[in-house]
């Protein structure tokens, strides 16, 4: 079992490809770290992403551990054609024609994949390929052929399927491709936990996405990709309509001069963090290590200075997908978010947030769990806003989100500084955090004496109405053992040696016995819950289950001689812990 990560704040997005598609290879990238597996829609068909989500999933569910799902779709990506003698070199002032029309490609003319070519694309207009490695200008229009006319102005070698891009030209193509519509739906039904949309321009863009998401009934969380001059034009529009976003240098760099990147990406951040948005951080970061066991130092100062802006995420790409050395990659990012968060500077509380209440309490939430040294907070979330607000004001204290829901605790795991924790509903807010505490302590997350901030929302139903802030102290968990019924039970502990000590019973008590024969089922009724040293034979399973209905728990080592008559304790049955009661309010 994969154990939680409360010492890394910052969440590591690993895109899956050949390299990293088999259960072995998935299970090695959570264990070193991985929170979040990317698939890239620009490559593989249907059948392969169904077979790598599904193992995804399986390979999760033998860790125990809640890894996310990102899917990101191609957008419209404009493509060379093949070329029909292979690759071809370019030299700066050769003479070069780009054109819609489909052409066998050559050393003189490339087919380009954008109907609109010649309609839209102006002369005097920069042309980049290839990432701009090969960069021509328009020096004449042909409409009647559909073609552009171009000077190289640097060279380079230009192959089948190269990108293109033209970052002086606001093209009319939108976001959404019908390719990206099939694909969407395929990933909703597949039950993905994120939607990264690429090639955002501007919020109709955004607006398009939400509306098909919500019309097939879903509502999948979705992440803008920025990596056009335009998006950064309107992203004051932009960012209030995502769930997230993603800086994708790589397209970026193309689109304007690359040192305006760097600078680029800490406006972003500073302007997602201000709104609470989770940001990820993507491209080239440990590129290196596609072929290298070892980064350079320069990656390592690019993966440090995202996390100091503050990154939700960092994202792997070849990496991981194509790469020698995937398990490494995670690795390194691993070890180097640990480190430069252990010295981790204060960080600003001036953000854009509104002044409304559940981020008054989170707020709180993140000061009095500094100032009381708390060992962790636990936001209890439905939907995974309170654990989110806790999260915006990016506490030193590691943030434990208790939820109910398997598909919160999934998204959960981009955003910064929370690791999620599955817990069954219980009937009040009370008991689910005494069940957290419980289960945290069994598994090694917390302590006995622990001292916790607890946060959660009181209106029912109503997601991100954060209106509640406890302290609690984790209590000690007494005894383990195989739980029969549901929810959980508080009471007096009554110890049961002899068949005529089950008189004694009080209302609301727990009974403890040794075995089952111990206790008459006509003294028994009014206990709220019993607690045996022995296992239940199937007759007696059936008849606690099916007649008598009280909440049972068997199999607990020595429970008549470490459980003390009288002492207040609580059961949780699903998880069979009998916990001491020492919450305080």
């Known amino acids: 079992m994969a154990q939680i990560d409360l010492i890394r704040r910052t969440k590591i997005v690993a895109t899956i490809g050949p390299a990293t598609e088999s259960p072995e290879r998935l299970r090695e990238l959570i264990l070193a770290g991985a929170t979040t597996f990317r698939l890239n829609f620009s490559h593989g068909d249907h059948s392969e992403h169904a077979a790598r989500i599904s193992t995804i999933r399986k390979v999760a569910q033998e860790l125990r551990i809640h890894i996310g799902i990102l899917q990101d779709l191609q957008g419209p990506k404009i493509r060379l054609g093949r070329f029909e003698k292979g690759p071809i070199t370019l030299k700066r002032g050769d003479h070069f024609a780009l054109t819609s029309r489909l052409v066998r490609c050559n050393q003189s003319i490339a087919t380009v994949t954008y109907e609109r070519l010649a309609d839209e694309i102006g002369s005097g207009s920069r042309i980049l390929l290839d990432d701009g490695r090969v960069e021509m200008k328009v020096r004449r229009i042909d409409n009647d052929e559909q073609t552009l006319h171009c000077l190289v102005t640097c060279g380079g070698v230009l192959s089948n399927n190269k990108g293109v891009n033209f970052p002086d030209v606001q093209l009319s193509v939108r976001a959404l491709t019908e390719k990206d519509r099939q694909d969407l739906i395929f990933g909703l039904e597949q039950g993905v936990d994120w939607v990264a949309l690429s090639f955002v321009r501007n919020p109709s863009d955004m607006k398009e996405i939400r509306n098909l998401i919500h019309k097939h009934g879903y509502n999948t969380p979705v992440i803008a990709k920025i990596e056009k001059f335009e998006a950064i034009d309107q992203i004051d529009g932009i960012l209030p309509l995502c769930d997230g976003v993603m800086v994708a240098r790589g397209d970026l760099g193309v689109e304007m001069p690359p040192e305006e990147v760097p600078l680029l990406q800490k406006e972003l951040i500073r302007k997602a963090n201000g709104l609470g948005i989770p940001i990820i951080t993507a491209t080239q970061m440990l590129d290196s290590m596609v072929s290298s066991p070892k980064p350079t130092r320069a990656e390592v100062s690019d993966v440090a200075n995202a996390i100091l802006d503050g990154t939700d995420a960092v994202m792997l790409s070849n990496e991981t997908a194509v790469g020698d050395y995937p398990i490494e990659a995670v690795k390194t990012m691993a070890q180097i978010a640990r480190r430069i968060e252990k010295d981790y500077p204060q960080r600003s509380t001036d953000t854009h947030l509104a002044c409304t209440i559940p981020n008054a309490i989170s707020y709180a939430v993140s000061t009095i769990a500094r100032q009381l040294?708390?060992?962790?907070?636990?936001?209890?979330?439905?939907?995974?806003?309170?654990?989110?607000?806790?999260?915006?004001?990016?506490?030193?204290?590691?943030?434990?989100?208790?939820?109910?829901?398997?598909?919160?605790?999934?998204?959960?795991?981009?955003?910064?500084?929370?690791?999620?924790?599955?817990?069954?509903?219980?009937?009040?807010?009370?008991?689910?955090?005494?069940?957290?505490?419980?289960?945290?302590?069994?598994?090694?997350?917390?302590?006995?004496?622990?001292l916790v901030i607890q946060t959660a929302g009181t209106l029912a139903g109503v997601s991100g109405s954060t209106d509640l802030l406890k302290v609690g102290i984790v209590s000690t968990v007494l005894g383990r053992g195989i739980g029969l019924g549901i929810g959980s039970v508080t009471g007096r502990i009554r110890l049961v040696e002899k068949i005529e000590e089950a008189t004694r019973l009080e209302p609301g008590d727990i009974l403890v016995a040794k075995e089952m024969k111990l206790l008459p089922l006509d003294k028994i009724i009014n206990a709220s819950g019993i607690i045996l040293e022995s296992n239940l034979n199937n007759a007696q399973t059936i008849l606690i289950d099916s007649q008598i209905c009280i909440p049972t728990i068997s199999n607990v080592t020595f429970a008549t001689r470490d459980l003390l008559e009288g002492e207040l304790v609580t059961l949780q049955i699903k998880e069979g812990l009998v916990i001491q009661y020492n919450a305080i309010e």
């Not at 981009?414 to 219980?426: D, H, K, M, R, Y």
């Open 373 to 450: 040294d708390a060992a962790a907070i636990l936001p209890l979330t439905k939907s995974g806003s309170t654990a989110h607000n806790v999260s915006k004001f990016r506490p030193s204290t590691p943030i434990l989100a208790i939820t109910s829901e398997v598909a919160v605790a999934r998204r959960l795991q981009l955003i910064w500084g929370v690791s999620p924790l599955l817990i069954s509903e219980q009937v009040n807010t009370s008991e689910t955090f005494t069940l957290a505490m419980g289960v945290a302590q069994v598994k090694g997350i917390l302590k006995e004496g622990d």
